[in-house]
C-alpha cells in the first residue's frame, strides 16, 4: 500500500473517530449551534423593527433586515464551531491519547486532518440548521444564480476551514480543556463586532476600524454579494486572502506543536 493510500486510510479512521465523539456528546454541538439561532431569534423579533429603520426597512417590514443578518448569522455559526474543536484536540493532548498515537504505525498528519475534517463538515451541517431556521423565519435568495451559490457554499467552507486550523492551534497550545474553550472565545465574539448586525458606517468614527479591520467583515458583505446580489467590490479579494493567512497560520502553529517533541 502506497504512502497516499495509508495516509488516506488513517486520516478516514480519524474522522470517522472524531464524528463518533460528536455524536457521543451532542451538549457542546448544540450549546454551540444554539448561540446564532438564539441571536438570530433575538435580532429578527425583539430589534427587527427597530434595526430595519437604518438598512431600508422603514422599521414596518423586518424582511429587509432578515435579508441583511443571515449571511452575518451564517459567519457567525462557522466562527462558532470551531470552539468545539479547540476543546476536543485539547481533550486528546491533555489525557494522553496522543502520545498513544504516537507510537502506532499510523500516518502522524491523519489525527489533525481528522479533527479539521470533521470539524469542517460540522461547521457546515450547523450552517444548513441555522439557513433552514433563516428560510423559515422569512429570508429568500431569489435572485442568486446556482453559480452565486455553490460560490457562496465554497467561501464558506473556506471560512471554515481558516477558522478550524486556528481552533486546533489553540486546542493543542492549551494546557487544559478549559484554558482552549477560553481561548477559542474570540472566534465566537469576533463576529459580534463585524457587519453581522449593523452597517460598519453606522457604528462609531472610534470603533469603525475594529470592524472594518478584521476577517469576518469582508466574508460577511462577500457572503451577502453573492446570495443578494449587494456589492462585492474588494471584499472578495480580502476573504480569501484573511483565509489563505489564516489557514496557512493555523497549520504551521498546529503542526509545529504536534511534532514537538513531547516532554
Not at 21 to 33: G, Q, V
Not at 59 to 81: E, F, H, K, N, Q
Not at 101 to 116: D, K, Q
Not at 179 to 193: K, T, W
Request: proline share 5%.
Amino acid at each position: 500500500m502506497s504512502a497516499l493510500s495509508l495516509a488516506v486510510r488513517d486520516s478516514s479512521t480519524m474522522l470517522r473517530r472524531n464524528l463518533l465523539h460528536a455524536r457521543r456528546y451532542p451538549s457542546l454541538t448544540l450549546n454551540i449551534l444554539l448561540t446564532p439561532i438564539v441571536l438570530l431569534l433575538l435580532f429578527v423579533y425583539v430589534f427587527g423593527d427597530v434595526m430595519s429603520v437604518g438598512i431600508g426597512g422603514g422599521g414596518a417590514d423586518r424582511s429587509d433586515y432578515i435579508a441583511y443578518l443571515v449571511p452575518g448569522t451564517l459567519l457567525m455559526t462557522l466562527g462558532a464551531t470551531p470552539a468545539g474543536t479547540a476543546v476536543a484536540v485539547s481533550m486528546d493532548m491533555t489525557e494522553g491519547i496522543i502520545d498513544r498515537f504516537r507510537t502506532m504505525a499510523i500516518h502522524r498528519g491523519s489525527v489533525l486532518i481528522g479533527h479539521v475534517v470533521g470539524s469542517v463538515l460540522q461547521a457546515i451541517a450547523s450552517v444548513v440548521v441555522v439557513g433552514a431556521v433563516a428560510v423559515a423565519i422569512g429570508f429568500r435568495s431569489t435572485d442568486a444564480t446556482v453559480l452565486e451559490w455553490l460560490a457562496a457554499f465554497g467561501l464558506m467552507t473556506l471560512v471554515a476551514l481558516a477558522f478550524t486550523w486556528i481552533a486546533v492551534g489553540m486546542g493543542m497550545a492549551s494546557p487544559s480543556v478549559e484554558a482552549a474553550s477560553n481561548n477559542a472565545l474570540p472566534l465566537m465574539l469576533l463576529p459580534l463586532v463585524s457587519s453581522a448586525f449593523v452597517p460598519v458606517e453606522a457604528m462609531p468614527g472610534w470603533f469603525r476600524p475594529v470592524a472594518e479591520y478584521q476577517p469576518f467583515t469582508p466574508a460577511i458583505e462577500t457572503l451577502r454579494g453573492l446570495l443578494l446580489g449587494t456589492e462585492i467590490g474588494a471584499n472578495g479579494w480580502a476573504t480569501v486572502a484573511w483565509c489563505l493567512g489564516l489557514t496557512g497560520l493555523g497549520y504551521r502553529w498546529s503542526t509545529s506543536l504536534f511534532n514537538r517533541d513531547p516532554k
